[in-house]
């Protein structure tokens, strides 16, 4: 279904993503749910002040600066991405931490994770620094991902326990996966020594390099090359085998196929502290969307088959995905606006994800929705604790399941429009997001 592109004004537009800077603030009949919460389940009042939660009640009695209506609406620990590219330093002209952080909110997002693909790569401790330093005084928590190998070669090692020592939340190349085995078998044993996760995007790219789709009958029929499945799967079972030598800590973002996700299940169950992620476009869309070569929908790794699409939903009720990941990849205009064979790969997705999500799953209870988007992150990657609890630090993130988000371009907030959700009417919808003292309130 499609719904039609707005037309309000800058002024209006502007208002739709109010960020409230107040003392108090006072949700409504909400239903908590955070199963590591005393109040999971429950349908209460909460009072926020600046930093923190100050009562959870029945019915809240005291006057408050603003009141946010939680009627029909859950709230969880604010969302967590592990993976997104918000392209600065060096790329602002698709995205920077501020516009990215602004997307951020109005997906529901209160912390996330940045790619170190930006120019200059993040492999030093000064590039760590810029960051976080640079995204102090934003509306959420911007954490770097450290480079695994310098300038993301894929050659030498980085300085990764300096980058870990300044606030790199954990390593990764990003957008270009290590194909060295030694190299990555090196990062596993370096993050054990610390505690840390390496991430890895399972791609291999002696296989999946010249493929500009899923390798199979669509891609035969369009006469496009193809990226076969076992391209991921030898990633994803070569690190399976370097992760149990190590017995270090793994995570596999962007997961999109069937066998990928058994490989990861049948580890899971062996004991190995692996997860994953899965994004929301590998669940709303297949390889048979890309009939009219739409550009929007190129990424990497590909859209793949309605079986593998199925398989990753099924992943997620049955508890084999740990988390949701936007994937968040602007590209600028000239990058999309071309034949698909020269087109940049990557959609900027981070302010739709919750809606595809819920769209794709109606039925998924709310207490799995929460761990998916926020404390199974929280649990991977060392963060600090977001329970709603009385006395404990507010981030929050409040959605509806009933509502509906329809977006367009002139409403994102993202510096890029690369998204293929625009137009679409998704089923579930942000109301706000609490973090750093702020309520962030969309309309």
């Known amino acids: 279904m499609g719904c039609k592109y707005g037309t309000k004004s800058k002024k209006t537009r502007y208002i739709a993503l109010n960020i409230i800077d107040l003392m108090t603030t006072l949700i409504k009949?909400?239903?908590?749910?955070?199963?590591?919460?005393?109040?999971?389940?429950?349908?209460?009042?909460?009072?926020?002040?600046?930093?923190?939660?100050?009562?959870?009640?029945?019915?809240?009695?005291?006057?408050?600066?603003?009141?946010i209506d939680g009627k029909d609406?859950?709230?969880?620990?604010?969302?967590?991405?592990?993976?997104?590219?918000?392209?600065?330093?060096?790329?602002?002209?698709?995205?920077?931490?501020?516009?990215?952080?602004n997307a951020a909110i109005q997906g529901g997002f209160t912390t996330v994770f940045t790619v170190p693909n930006t120019q200059p790569t993040v492999d030093t401790k000064s590039q760590v620094t810029y960051i976080k330093q640079h995204s102090q005084d934003l509306p959420i928590h911007i954490l770097p991902i450290g480079a695994i190998s310098k300038k993301i070669e894929g050659k030498d090692?980085?300085?990764?326990?300096?980058?870990h020592t300044n606030g790199a939340v954990a390593?990764?190349?990003?957008?270009?996966?290590?194909?060295?085995?030694?190299?990555?078998?090196?990062?596993?044993?370096?993050?054990?020594?610390?505690?840390?996760?390496?991430?890895?995007?399972?791609?291999?790219?002696?296989?999946?390099?010249?493929?500009?789709?899923?390798?199979?009958?669509?891609?035969?029929?369009?006469?496009?090359?193809?990226?076969?499945?076992?391209?991921?799967?030898?990633?994803?079972?070569?690190?399976?085998?370097?992760?149990?030598y190590t017995q270090s800590k793994l995570h596999i973002t962007s997961v999109s196929t069937a066998k990928g996700m058994a490989l990861i299940a049948a580890a899971k169950q062996e004991g190995l502290q692996i997860t994953c992620s899965v994004t929301p476009y590998h669940l709303f869309f297949t390889e048979d969307?890309?009939?009219?070569?739409?550009?929007?929908?190129?990424?990497?790794?590909?859209?793949?088959?309605?079986?593998?699409?199925?398989?990753?939903?099924?992943?997620?009720e049955d508890g084999t995905v740990d988390c949701i990941s936007?994937?968040?990849?602007?590209?600028?205009?000239?990058?999309?606006?071309?034949?698909?064979?020269?087109?940049k790969a990557?959609?900027?997705?981070?302010?739709?994800?919750?809606a595809t999500v819920q769209h794709m799953l109606p039925k998924l209870a709310i207490e799995k929705m929460a761990a998916i988007f926020s404390s199974n992150a929280r649990r991977i990657f060392n963060l600090p604790n977001a329970s709603i609890q009385e006395g404990g630090d507010a981030e929050l993130t409040i959605c509806s399941q009933s509502k509906t988000t329809c977006m367009?371009?002139?409403?994102?907030?993202?510096?890029?429009?690369?998204?293929?959700f625009w137009g679409i009417t998704l089923n579930g919808k942000i109301i706000a997001t609490y973090a750093k003292g702020k309520a962030n309130i969309n309309a």
């Not at 929908?297 to 309605?306: E, S």
């Not at 367009?408 to 293929?420: C, F, G, R, T």
């Open 346 to 354: 990557g959609i900027a997705s981070i302010e739709t994800t919750f």
């Open 289 to 316: 969307d890309l009939s009219n070569y739409d550009t929007l929908l190129k990424v990497f790794p590909p859209l793949r088959t309605k079986n593998d699409q199925a398989a990753l939903l099924k992943a997620i």
């Open 157 to 163: 090692l980085a300085e990764m326990i300096d980058m």
């Open 408 to 420: 367009n371009v002139k409403e994102s907030k993202s510096k890029s429009a690369n998204s293929p």
């Open 29 to 67: 009949q909400v239903k908590i749910a955070d199963v590591y919460s005393p109040f999971n389940g429950k349908i209460k009042d909460i009072l926020l002040d600046n930093h923190k939660i100050v009562s959870i009640t029945d019915n809240c009695s005291e006057n408050a600066d603003q009141i």
């Open 171 to 244: 390593f990764s190349d990003g957008l270009y996966p290590v194909q060295s085995t030694l190299l990555f078998l090196k990062a596993l044993q370096y993050v054990k020594a610390f505690d840390g996760v390496a991430i890895q995007m399972p791609i291999d790219k002696s296989l999946g390099s010249l493929g500009l789709m899923n390798e199979g009958i669509v891609s035969t029929q369009l006469g496009l090359p193809g990226i076969p499945a076992i391209a991921e799967e030898l990633i994803i079972a070569r690190d399976i085998e370097l992760l149990r």
């Open 73 to 101: 609406s859950f709230v969880c620990p604010g969302f967590v991405d592990p993976f997104v590219h918000f392209c600065d330093p060096g790329m602002e002209n698709r995205e920077t931490l501020s516009s990215g952080a």
């Open 326 to 343: 936007a994937h968040h990849i602007p590209q600028d205009w000239d990058g999309k606006t071309i034949e698909f064979e020269n087109a």
